[in-house]
């Protein structure tokens, strides 16, 4: 088989997409604020377990040497 084979077998349509500005605009509002909050939600786990690694882990084990 050979390139214009595999062309002819799918077109590519020329049509636009109908969309929403409105739509478009609202959701462009929420998207952000939620990987915002993802990430800020993420960071705060981490920070929550480095913690408690350190009082539980590092701090009992007292100075070492």
Do not use: C, K, W
């Not at 062309?7 to 109908?18: F, G, K, N, Q, Y």
């Not at 909050?37 to 377990?49: D, F, P, R, S």
């Not at 408690?52 to 590092?58: A, Q, R």
């Amino acid at each position: 088989m050979n390139s214009n084979q595999l062309r002819s077998e799918h077109p590519i349509s020329d049509t636009a997409d109908d969309v929403d500005e409105e739509a478009l605009a609202q959701a462009m509002r929420i998207v952000p604020l939620g990987a915002g909050i993802l990430a800020g939600t993420t960071v705060a786990l981490l920070v929550v377990g480095y913690l408690l690694i350190y009082l539980f882990v590092f701090i009992p084990r007292g100075s070492v040497g």
